[in-house]
């Protein structure tokens, strides 16, 4: 019996899913990643001077990111107050977002009204600052394990990286171009690298709330799409482009389209499966016959 | 001053006379509760626990709640008590995410329990805080307004929360923190009081006597 | 503008309890606790959460707004009752009709049966809310009030009537404030006990007390206490008396028992003769003691004798006197009555007990143990002045353990076992709570009278040859089969009130088949719902020709009804009600007094408060001044209006309103607690809500009475019990009556073990089944936020209630479950012999694997919003039988069952 003396720590409620934020905020985490990622990537190859890819990315960028926003729009209970939101710059990271968000609705679209590298610079870092306090938004969100470690930030980043190369990639395929070497060997930098940090991620956690929180990122079908999918196949095509020129159309516009998809699905995981409320605990219970 | 609450779990029973007490106190929409007792279970049969929890806001020191508000809705007092002011709420539920208590409630809608509201739902009825954040206040209009007549809170029941004032088992302690002298204070010190979930960080102002 | 109205509430038998209710621009928004009373309250003058549920019974609206009369003239379950509004004045010449006819044809029909029954439900709680409707009932003439929907019978039966023939008991509770240790088998007293019982029970813990819970599933009670054994059901006679043989076996019993108490305060120095009655002297006919000094037998009052023998074995000569007088001389080896107990415990040993209840022998031992260490067995404590033996002990059973058969066997154990030890009604052991069988109604002390053998008079229904009454004057029978039942106002609720359904169905050879009441009046009872084997009340029920039902909602019973009539409820009437003493469950006030309840707001439905309805009534049928008489008398209200020093006595020929009749009422109250030298009137208890004058503690222990009185406890052994069973075996058998013999089997000097699981598990084989197909033992257990059926109807109280597990299923031990292929949520088949139910599983660690427990009683399929919660009933599947009803007429609610998961 009393080898059932103390018993730390005891799980009183358990974890339960949180009700909060539903598809619509998935959709500003996905679109607001993949609208910066895509203008990002398409800035930095085009080496911030002027190119189709980059006028697409001036306005669809945008585009993707106002979408989320809208979207958090519909869910919130008091949408009609949203310009509040943008008071508190100074502790909130959801205000910094839409501080972020909205410099880079504003410089983006520069490109057809005063083009130039300075504009093209400030709107890569809004887009950057963008993605960054998205990551530090679940980073503070200390309810939910699966979101606040805080190597967050940096998933966010990469994730944006990751789907918005791939964007770029598929649509320069899709107009016709042939993926450069460099391109193609981006495509397998990013896929591994972005890879190794999900991994990191889904499984480097030192408390068992956010152990338990992030199975279903590890486990389940779900899980291994992200994995197979949005990693190991873009790099495993881009490689194939790489080993076979006459290939490599084909393998990088599919390889890019599979890394929006999977970092839409990460995403879409990250908020609604692991998006599990902290379990209540006491630090030590007795089990066996106790004093009363 | 920081006002705080020792709750004792050997004395709880689960009865929810608090609950229901704190809904008619502040005139809560079906299906909405500031606070509420769990009926916990540790162990496996024959060795069993069986323990009531009541949860609420834990008035944390360190309140995640608050900084992450793009609004500055989610605000704390200088005497601990943290709120939300409905009408600078957008209702975006960043707090509630930021909780590790499952302390906040955004009221997407105000439902009565029957199809047509009765009387006293519709003279107590708080269209304000349609499609914004809510919480246990600490009750601090009580407070307020029992200290403004000179009462003592935790002491005298009209400047006490309802919940506390309501318990039938005396399960609940409320008063100042900051005052070596007053109960909660006394009880918080000699350590028998835990807060819950502390690598959390937040310094909760609600404390448990567990055993 | 914002008032705040006190009143009462008394929604359970553990109130009546105090509060105020917040009253805004005419408005009830809220209730809270009653600050002002907060000292006289020995809960702070703090309520519980139903009676915050009261401000939405109030405006509900699901409630019956206008009286309502029946069109469609067939009655069952998929009839609808066609229900049309009608005034009030229509509903009362209709009901006063109905009544006048009876009058005119005689009140008792050609079976002897009254023509006219009433029954008033909710575990006694209804006379707080009857106004005056009591005192038409006593102008009215017989009535029968037997007819019953489990109240009583399903509650703690045996304790009440054995408990008050033992220490004036009706219900047992703990001095929990003074006590140390308290064993529990059952008593789920933090969801039972009301307000009061959960606030001395907090502070107990709080300050260490030592609580042992054994029970199948770990209840609320449970949670709190230092330890849970998880006991088999129905075998807790087991375990008590194992734990009677470790302390009379295992210990020294010279030097752990309170000897002196066993000498003077019990029989246990009776002699008991060869025939198992006491020896007693041939001329005064006193039974007779050993004297140790004087070695020789003496009557048992004999001052000279210092030493009487408790054990041992003596050659004596006297008189055993047995049943309808017969008497036999005896000279030869007598022992004294304790010499037979600890004969008779031998072998109930500890591992004998392990291997029927699966406690363990070890633990039996502990528990007699820590039993004997935390008595402090010579002890003192000095109370208002007074010294008192201090026994900080108790042993609680709860409704389960104390009804149906076992019932017996368990109060005696536990009363033994307090005896043992000197813990019978001194401060820290087990005291009585209150009176319902004995009078005076409001002093168990004063109940204290001589009577034969150094034991107090017993009230006990008559078994002799000439005056025992052989054909029932009522339904249930009661003063025919259960002489324990006495007979005093309560005596007929606490008949064998079901057996009224089991009888109008299958009529008893030779009695004649009881009549159906050609009126039966139901109030705030639910028999469809709350009665074992609901299906054969409906049954009955379609054959009732007129049922009037006062009605808060539609619900099971009022189903069949021809009337319903939405009296004033709680907080919509007026009522002086007497509060504090000492009451059941766990009210031990230090003052007593009055309250009021009072009408809050204005009422959202034509209601009329219940006074009025039974002046009217009375008018109609031409009993008014008979009902003024009655109320004059103090008939419902408790207070004579008239007494020496004042006279409020209303004269014949006026109709009071209930406003007049209730401000009598407070004057006369007042004016009679304190000898006149107060008087308040109603406008006064409408504004300060309650008048106390101080109640002693002196008040709360029996031990004062019967040393003053030189009496002793009817203990350990049950002479006069076995005497009564002889002569009432021998009344029935001369009229041919023997469908009561197994209950005559109860009657035992000292109770024997019997297999009692298996009188339960034998119902299978009564129908034509296997027992071993019916594994699991169904069981039900109190919600704190629910008043048995009564407040169902209140989605604000399921809300709240959904926290607490149990709320809306059915619970399962998790491992057995899993064994059976069901998961959480799961919609499972619950079946037994007589019927199935169903409900979702909610799986729990705390569950014995071969129980599984349903709270309180729902089921409902008419009440409003409770139809909707889909909770499975234990009375659907439990049967109505005369085999698992006991001597006292009383059954339990268990049930042999499968559980299945349902497809
Ligand atoms: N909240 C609330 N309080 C009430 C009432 C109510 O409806 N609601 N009703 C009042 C009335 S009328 C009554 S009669 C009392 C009843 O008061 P209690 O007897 O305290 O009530 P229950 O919880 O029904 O039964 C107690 C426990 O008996 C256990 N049990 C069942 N079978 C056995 C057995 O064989 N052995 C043992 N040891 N335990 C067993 C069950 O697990 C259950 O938890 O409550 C009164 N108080
Ligand atoms: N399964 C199971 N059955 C049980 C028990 C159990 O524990 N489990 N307990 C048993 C015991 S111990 C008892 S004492 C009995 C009690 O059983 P009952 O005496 O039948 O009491 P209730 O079930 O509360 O029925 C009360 C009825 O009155 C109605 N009512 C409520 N308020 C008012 C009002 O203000 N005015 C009017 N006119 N009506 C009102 C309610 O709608 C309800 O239908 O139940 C017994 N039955
Ligand atoms: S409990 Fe939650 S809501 Fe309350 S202060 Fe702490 S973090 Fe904020
Ligand atoms: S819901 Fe309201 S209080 Fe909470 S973070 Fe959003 S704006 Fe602030
Ligand atoms: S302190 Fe007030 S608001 Fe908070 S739970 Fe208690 S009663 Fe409700
Ligand atoms: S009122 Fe008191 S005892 Fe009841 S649930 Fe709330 S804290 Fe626990
Ligand atoms: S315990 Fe019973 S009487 Fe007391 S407040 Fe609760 S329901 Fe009313
Ligand atoms: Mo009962």
Known sequence: MTSLGALAPATLIPAQRQQLWGRLAVANFAGGGLGAGFYLAAAVTADFRAGPSLALASWLGPALVLAGFLAVAAEAGRPLRGPRVLTRIATSWMSRELWAGGAFLMLAPGEFLFPGSGQRLLSALAACTLVLAQGFILRSARAVPAWDPSIMPVVCLVSALVSGTGLLTLVEVVAGGTPSGARLFSLLALASGAGIVWLGY????????????????????????????????????????????????????????????????AKALMILDAGLLRPITVPHLRLDRRPS | MRWGMVIDLRRCVGCQTCTIACKQEHGLPAGYQ????????????????????????????????????????SRQRDDGIVWVAYDACVGCGYCAVACPYHARHLMHNTPGYFAVPTAPEAATAHPERRGVMTKCTFCQERVDAGRARGLRPGLDAEATPMCAVACIAEAILFGDLDDPTSRVARVARDGRAVPLLPECGTQPSVFYVVE | MVEKIPVYCYQCVAGPDLLKVVVRDGVAV????????????????????????????????????????????????DESPGWTPISWEEALDLLAQRLGAIRAKGLVDEAGYPRLAVTLGSGGIAPAYLGTFAAFLAAWGPIDQGIGSGQGVKCYHSEHLYGEFWHRAFTVAADTPRCGFVLSFGYNGDASGGVTGVHRHAAARARGMRWVQLEPHLSITGAGAAEWVPIRPKTDAAVLFALLHVILHEHDWRTVCDVPFLERMTASAYLVGPGGYYLRDPYTRKPLVWDENRERPVPFDDRACSRPALDGEFIAAGLEVGPDGATRSVCERVRPAFAHLREHVREYTPEWAAAIADVPAAAIRRLAGEYLAHARVGASIEIEGTTYPYRPVAILLGKTVTNGWGGYECCWARTVLAALVGALEVPGGILGTTVRLNRPARNRLDSVRPGPDGFMAQPLNDTSRDRWQASPHIRNAYRTLVPLADDSPWSAALGPAHLPWLFMEQPPEPWPAPTVPEVWIIYRSNPAISNWETGRIERALERFPFIAAFAYTQDETNWYADLLLPEATDLESLQLYRVGGTKYIEQYWEHTGWALRQPVAPSPCHTRDLTDIATELAARTGLLDAYLAALNRGAGTTVPLAGPLHDYAFKAGEKPSAEAIWDRVCRAATHALTQGAVEHDLAWFKRHGAFFVPFPQRQYYLHGAMAARGLRYELPYQERIKRLGQELGARLHERGITWWDVQLDEYQALPAWKDFPRIWSQTATAHGQSPDEFPFWLLTSRSMQYSWGANVSLPILAEVARHVSGHFGVMLNRGAATRLGIAEGDLVEIQSPTGTTRGRAILREGVRPDVVVVLQQFGHWATPFARELGMPNLNEVAAMDLTLTDATGSGADLVPVAVRKAR
């Open chain 1, 202 to 265: 889904v499984t480097w956690h030192d408390d068992t709330a956010s152990l338990t929180a992030t199975r279903a990122l590890r486990q389940g079908r779900a899980a291994v799409e992200v994995v197979l999918g949005g990693y190991v196949a873009p790099l495993v095509l881009a490689a194939i482009g790489l080993a076979m020129p006459e290939a490599a159309r084909a393998a990088s516009a599919l390889a890019g389209g599979l890394m929006v998809v999977g970092q839409a699905q």
């Open chain 2, 34 to 73: 500031w606070r509420f007792v769990a009926d916990c279970e540790v162990g496996e049969y024959p060795q069993v626990r069986r323990i009531f929890l009541p949860m609420q806001c834990m008035h944390c020191a360190e309140p995640p709640c608050v900084p992450v508000c793009p609004t500055g809705a």
């Open chain 3, 30 to 77: 809220g209730v809270e606790p009653n600050a002002d009373l907060a000292a006289e309250h020995p809960a702070g003058g703090k309520v519980c959460v139903r009676a915050y549920g009261l401000v939405q019974k109030l405006y509900n609206p699901a409630r019956v707004r206008t009286p309502l009369k029946r069109t469609n003239p067939r009655k069952g379950r």
